[in-house]
């Protein structure tokens, strides 16, 4: 069983810029695409970004340009970097892993799932 745990969330205006961490309990980012996905009250979830096992990076049209997505294999923990952050940013943000290879942007896919850390931007 491979844990995934989120930090880093918290309130932040508009145009501000937070760091999410996802931290894994084991070595699996060499065989996993990691994930983030973002849900807000009544939506469905969405896919903002997405890291290969060979780090390559894909994202949403709505934060091209403001996040980035980014991981330290020595450390097992991929990093969303967002900035110029808006209030349609606010939600909660999880991770995910998927097994590499697997269509990714399909959320029941995904194999491990973190719980999640809330994203607020507000003036």
């Known amino acids: 069983q491979v844990l995934l745990v989120e930090s880093g969330g918290g309130l932040v205006q508009p145009g501000g810029s937070l760091r999410l961490s996802c931290a894994a309990s084991?070595?699996?980012?060499?065989?996993?695409?990691t994930g983030w996905y973002r849900q807000c009250p009544g939506k469905e979830r969405e896919l903002v970004a997405s890291?290969?096992?060979?780090?390559?990076?894909t994202y949403a049209d709505s934060v091209k340009g403001r996040f980035t997505i980014s991981r330290d294999n020595a450390k097992n923990t991929v990093y969303l970097h967002m900035n110029n952050l808006k209030p349609e940013d606010t939600a909660v943000y999880y991770c995910?892993?998927?097994?590499?290879?697997?269509?990714?942007?399909?959320?029941?896919?995904?194999?491990?799932w973190g719980q999640g850390t809330q994203v607020t931007v507000s003036s």
């Open positions: 995910a892993a998927i097994p590499k290879g697997t269509y990714y942007g399909d959320y029941e896919k995904y194999d491990y």
């Open positions: 890291i290969s096992s060979d780090g390559v990076a």
């Open positions: 084991g070595s699996i980012y060499s065989i996993y695409r």
